[in-house]
């Protein structure tokens, strides 16, 4: 998007690598992922393309936040002390505000769990009235709260497979997908079968960055330096045709060709061993 883009070339332009922001806006426009937005860009947003200083640069400086003591994920060591952060200071509707007042859509929806917005006024009553009446309570030893069963009722509502019977809350997508693991281990386990306990990812996909989701997400940075994937997670092919197929091959031959490569590495490791094909249906590449 133009705000990811404006952001990297943020990052550039900070570390006096004015050349490298500019052929970045110029490359990513030219591959289509500003398609006309870079013309349409505001005029403070545009001033961060070029050499000129940065009012976040200024600013960030007189109030210390370079050198900060947040270690931020998604974040190279280095920048955390020579780079001065991007600070998001308010939100409104699909856009952001960094303290500066400089103006941002909000592409990824947050991290991708804003989805009506920001400042929306139903969740901020809805949360300021939760917060008045009773912050927080888990959900250990059979106890819970009222609003979490009736979140729990409305999921299962929704779900239309017959035999989806609870609904369990975690914090997060890696959480989750670490909850999967384990309780897919666990049922095995129940069944008298443990060794079944592999799982099949693609390559390219993103699951998550704790342990066991980011030995399930098959992007080799998640894995560097930090001995993943773990051994009981293997990868398959990325089904993106346009990236990936052989010359000449339709789209129906390759999806031929990654279905026999799926079967041909379950029977390597033994039908015995697998136990599911962790996929989604989206790629963001």
Known sequence: SCVAAEMI????LRSNSSTQASKLVKYLTSAGSL??????????SVRHFSSASSPQTNS??????????????????WQSNDVHPLVIDRSEGSYVY?????KYLDSLAGLW?????GSEPRLVKAATDQLNKLPFYHS??????????DLADDLLSMFTASKMGKAFFTNSGSEANDSHVKLVWYYNNALGRPNKKKFIARSKAYHGST??????????ALHQKF????????????PHYWRFHLPGETEEEFATRLAKNLEDLILKEGPETVRFLVTKLIFMQ
């Open 227 to 238: 001995d993943l994937p773990a051994p009981f997670v293997l990868h398959t092919d990325c």
């Open 35 to 44: 398609q006309g937005h870079a013309e349409s860009l505001s005029d403070a």
């Open 98 to 102: 960094d303290i500066n007042g400089n």
């Open 60 to 77: 960030t400086e007189e109030n210390g936040f370079k050198g900060h003591g947040m270690l931020a994920p998604f974040t190279a060591g």
């Open 140 to 149: 250990f030893w059979n106890r819970t709260t009222k609003p979490t069963l």
């Open 113 to 117: 769990c804003t989805a009506l917005g």
């Open 211 to 220: 342990l066991i989701s980011a030995s399930l997400t098959g992007l080799p």
């Open 9 to 12: 070339a943020r990052g550039l």
